[in-house]
Nanobody, 124 residues
Framework: EVQLQASGGGLVQAGGSLRLSCSAS????????IGWFRQAPGKEREGVSCIRSRDASTYYADSVKGRFAISSDSAKNTVYLQMSSLKPEDTAVYYC?????????????????WGQGTQVTVSS
């Protein structure tokens, strides 16, 4: 059974950093594209970043480019999202998801399996 477990959220001041983890089980992350998405209250879900571990290709939404970094650890079967220079507008529930199609794309309908979210709150 494919499962994803997101963790690492919390409360941080603007300008601070957090690292989110997405632990995968039931499949090997190298065979999938793993994406991070977020949803703020009253807003649509937004793609943040994705990674294709097989060739280490990454993609970022413009809103986080230069501030967030996605990476993977195949030995731990885990994908990370290092978030720096956080802004209040980064406040959201963050989700990780797996896509078997291997497209480096943040269209959420490409993603088949979703983990539960982790709350990130950035105070001003």
């Amino acid at each position: 059974e494919v499962q994803l477990q997101a963790s690492g959220g919390g409360l941080v001041q603007a300008g601070g950093s957090l690292r989110l983890s997405c632990s995968a089980s039931g499949f090997t992350i190298g065979d999938y594209v793993i994406g991070w998405f977020r949803q703020a209250p009253g807003k649509e879900r937004e793609g943040v970043s994705c990674i294709r571990s097989r060739d280490a290709s990454t993609y970022y939404a413009d809103s986080v480019k230069g501030r967030f970094a996605i990476s993977s650890d195949s030995a731990k079967n885990t994908v990370y999202l290092q978030m720096s220079s956080l802004k209040p507008e980064d406040t959201a529930v963050y989700y990780c998801a797996a896509q078997g199609g291997r497209l480096l794309d943040l269209w959420d309908r490409l993603y088949d399996n979703w983990g539960q979210g982790t709350q990130v709150t950035v105070s001003s």
